[in-house]
């Protein structure tokens, strides 16, 4: 099948390939159908959410556990039935990104995180029922604080 993309022109994709989100995302709850884009050397933390409806409509995602490696949530019986989850190795989650003109001041989303049930293609944008997660996260102190973790995790260990 191919999909129309603002950035990469006409793509193919396997059918099989598209996430269904049933509710659609929070502010685009028209749009159901998405694929997952990965840069051509899978190299990049980052990965674009294309609509597989509107062409100009995709999300740049981060794996939010390769920045903030404490992020937890629990997922409630809800969302795992929604999902039809049976193992958690099936189950991926993705923080959406917002890349400002500054981008020193990129942030990612833990409130609202994506989780996905791969192996069905099914996705849910579920808010995580914490107060110390917001929708906007630096990405730059997030890793500076991680460093910071880590210096002081090593230094424990000498």
């Known amino acids: 099948m191919e999909v ?28 159901r159908d998405y694929v997952l884009i990965d840069d051509a050397a899978g190299q990049s933390p980052f ?19 390769s920045v ?16 039809s989850v049976e193992n958690a190795n ?11 003109d500054d981008v020193k001041k990129i942030s990612f989303n833990l ?17 995580v029922d914490r107060s110390n997660y917001g929708v906007r996260h630096y990405l730059f102190e997030e890793l500076e604080r991680a460093d910071s973790v880590r210096l002081c995790e090593d230094k424990k260990a000498v």
């Open 90 to 100: 099936e189950v991926v989650v993705l923080a959406i990104v917002v890349v400002p």
């Open 68 to 83: 903030k490696p404490d992020y937890e949530f629990m997922m409630e019986d809800d969302l795992i039935e929604r999902l």
């Open 4 to 31: 129309n993309t603002r950035d990469y022109g006409v793509i193919d994709v396997d059918e099989s390939a598209i996430i269904r989100f049933e509710d659609g995302i929070i502010g685009f709850e028209g749009y």
């Open 47 to 65: 990965r674009r959410l294309q609509s597989v409806e509107d062409s100009g409509l995709a999300f740049i995602l981060l794996d939010p556990f």
């Open 111 to 127: 409130k609202a995180p994506l989780v996905i049930n791969a192996n069905l293609r099914k996705g849910v944008q579920y808010v």
